[in-house]
């Protein structure tokens, strides 16, 4: 079985633990989060704090019976106030929902916590799913990112973007 390891010293939680984070981990790349969650829930943050903006995770798997990682613990964390989950199980109606389209749905919320300099993680398929939820960002950014002097909105979301990666508050593990 090949195995490779590689660092990546930037895959972490902020410093500050009532800064926002969103995270994006359909399937196994949700492992990391479930680390970040436990540890923010260890470390005594408060229900209302971790919920309201603070951890916000985006899940999605094929079926929610036959491969929803961690769903037990992660419905108790949501239930608890300690997560606020959000899922996308792509194979349980005739249209597949993926998780970029549950970013669409809930644009306003992802907003609000990287206004509020949130940071916003991807782990998992670098293939296809970084590539859409990364594209989805940039949509729901462009919709709401102040244009001035007629900037064009799509290269005002990628200056958002790039700014979001050169402050270390956009990270990927893919």
């Known amino acids: 079985v090949p195995v490779y390891i590689y660092d990546n010293p930037d895959f972490r939680l902020p410093e500050a633990s009532a800064t926002p984070i969103v995270m994006v981990g359909p399937g196994t790349g949700v492992a990391p989060f479930r680390s970040f969650i436990r540890h923010r829930a260890l470390a005594g943050d408060t229900g209302a704090n971790m919920r309201a903006s603070g951890n916000l995770l985006f899940f999605g798997s094929r079926r929610r019976d036959q491969d929803f990682l961690y769903g037990d613990e992660f419905q108790a964390m949501h239930e608890n106030g300690k997560l606020n989950l959000i899922t996308a199980f792509s194979r349980e109606q005739t249209q597949k929902v993926y998780v970029q389209h549950r970013i669409e749905e ?69």
């Open 106 to 174: 809930h644009a306003d919320i992802i907003w609000n916590a990287l206004e509020n300099n949130g940071h916003f993680y991807i782990c998992g398929d670098g293939e296809h799913m970084s590539s859409a939820v990364e594209s989805a960002l940039e949509v729901l950014i462009a919709e709401r990112v102040s244009v001035v002097n007629g900037t064009d909105p799509t290269a005002a979301a990628k200056a958002y973007v790039a700014d979001l990666v050169a402050t270390h508050r956009f990270q990927k593990d893919v």
